[in-house]
């Protein structure tokens, strides 16, 4: 997706080895037009399958998949990160590696709100080693419901979780592959 390689050109932020920042237009501050792009461009990739619900996770694929949505014209659930009292009891469970903070934690989606009817679209902003998509997919699972697909935004070809996914025949687009970092900038494959 061109507008989007061009915002990470222009405002991507190399940090260390491994890690993209775009808290510009993503993970902090968000460019809601470009959002509603992305969201169009899932559309066009995904819209041919029956989707009824978009699954995503706290909090930055919030902001994505609530747009996404609108041209999906279905619900958004997201797995919550932390416990908390509000949270219905009866909850399909699993554990995240997180790779920003390198530790590992909870991710909950209530009973309610996933079914064995249900075809999921799932959609994250990065997929590094995959453990945040797979850990969504064993909640589907769970839920006996089935993956329609993955959607990323920023996929790093460097790191597993493309090729984990894809080993597991799950239909993956990301709109973005990000292929290397040299010298502290970013290289695209394709
Ligand atoms: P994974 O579970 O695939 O190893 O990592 C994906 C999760 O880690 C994403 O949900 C994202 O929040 C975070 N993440 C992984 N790599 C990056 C990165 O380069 N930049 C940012 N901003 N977040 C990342």
Redesign the pocket.
Known sequence: MQLLKEKILSEGRV?GE??????SF??HQLDVELLQAIGQEFHRRFGHKKITKILT?EA??IGIAAIAATYFKVPVVFAKKVQSRNLDKETFKTQ?????KQTNYDVQVSKRYMNSSDQILIL????????????LIDLVEQAGASVAGVGIV?E?SF?E?GQLLREKNIHLESLAVVNRFVNGQVTFLG
């Not at 491994?18 to 808290?23: A, N, S, W």
């Not at 994250?124 to 850990?135: E, I, Q, S, V």
């Open positions: 940090v491994e890690i993209l920042k775009v808290d993503l993970n996770i930055s694929g995240v590696y997180s790779f920003t994250d902003d990065f997929l590094a080693n995959g453990r945040a998509a797979l850990g920023i790093k790191q979780g």
